[in-house]
């Protein structure tokens, strides 16, 4: 059948069964679908969550944890670095140039004590350093040495290769739209998390739905 034929019939069978369909929508819709005629097996052995949130949310989940799995082989590789979070707190100060050590526990989500003791054995290492804040004597602002840009250069080499490891096999399009689809979710939740540390889950549900729950 010719393309822009078939694209037509595609398009007729959308609007009849989407009557307000936009274009956006009919090219997602036929982007799934044809996806979902390609048989690659079966997620979670087949135990799948009845919810599409849910799916989603497991999804990420399973995924994120084989991630942790080749992280953990990468530090193997890095004397300097011991676990994942000395990368991530050793990465935010560098491209940050400078920053409050309370900002940056802050935006890691981390504990006020666990954080502190994490920089202090980066410090230990010589992988950062810290001077007291001029404007504000009580804080501390954290930099990167020399030796922390070097190590640090060499967690990129092997945290860029768990990355192609994890997304192997995916095509460059692909990666781009799963960015778009949930880069917006990132940033959805970074403007609210730090308020809702603390909070039942019904009343993060709320503010974040703005649907109450009942309680049972």
């Known amino acids: 059948m010719n393309k822009t034929v078939e694209l037509v019939n595609e398009w007729a069978r959308f609007e009849e069964k989407f009557k307000e369909g936009t274009l956006e929508e009919f090219c997602r819709h036929y982007l799934i679908s044809q996806r979902e005629k390609k048989e690659i097996g079966q997620n979670f052995k087949g135990v799948i969550p009845p919810q599409v949130d849910a799916y989603l949310a ?11 799995v080749y992280i953990d082989a990468a530090i193997e590789e890095i004397p300097e670095i011991k676990r994942a979070e000395d990368f ?42 810290e001077r007291i804040d001029p404007e504000d004597k009580r804080s501390r602002l954290m930099r990167a040495t020399d030796k922390g840009e070097r190590v640090l250069m060499k967690c990129y080499e092997k945290f860029s ?7 192997w096999g995916m095509s460059v399009d692909d990666k781009k739209l799963c960015i778009q689809l949930l880069r917006g979710v990132e940033i959805k939740h970074s403007k609210v998390i730090h308020g809702l540390r603390g909070k039942s889950l019904s009343e993060i549900h709320t503010a974040v739905t703005g649907v109450k729950v009942q309680k049972k």
Do not use: C, P, W
Not at 58 to 68: C, Q
Not at 161 to 167: A, C, D, G, L, Y
């Open 88 to 129: 991530y707190i050793l990465n935010s100060i560098f491209n940050l140039g400078e920053a409050r050590k309370t900002d940056i526990i802050n935006s890691h989500f981390l504990e006020l004590s666990s954080g502190i003791d994490l920089m202090n054995r980066l410090v230990k290492l010589k992988l950062i350093q």
């Open 58 to 68: 497991k999804l990420l989940g399973t995924i994120s944890r084989f991630m942790h």
């Open 161 to 167: 290769r768990m990355s192609e490891i994890i997304f």
